[in-house]
């Protein structure tokens, strides 16, 4: 990904972070409409996950410029997710699509087509990344 990219995602996250818990809703409501089986990993704290996902994305998302450090912890979330809530492949593929329609509908026209492109493109790669690992963590 290149800097253009990770500053779009950056200036985006820079407008949902002020409105986490809302966007933290919005992600909750999103993903249970695209994968109703996902709701076991919404704890009953209704606003925690989300809140959680909205903090340890931003953690992630200041890390873009920094693969090297970024890459352990994403291969981690990987791990964790394969372990502990059996996430599969087309787990990850709803919570992208949850997420997108999240910034959509929070960040409305700021989130344009080249935005939602730029997030498309962070997404993939990190999900790419935990998806190999929790591959790999099921086949040992």
Known sequence: MNDYTIQLVNESFDLVEPMAPQAAALFRENLVQAAPT???????????????????????????????????????????????????????????????????????????DETRAAWIDVYSAMAGAMKQVSRSASAA
């Open 38 to 112: 996902l709701q076991t990993l919404l704890h009953s704290d209704a606003g925690a996950p989300g809140e959680q996902l909205v903090l340890a994305m931003g953690e992630a998302l200041r890390q873009l410029r920094e693969p090297d450090d970024l890459l352990p912890a994403v291969e981690g979330l990987g791990r964790r997710h394969a372990g502990l809530m059996g996430l599969r492949d087309e787990d990850y593929d709803a919570v992208g699509g949850a997420l997108l329609k999240t910034l959509e509908q929070g960040l409305g026209p700021a989130f344009d």
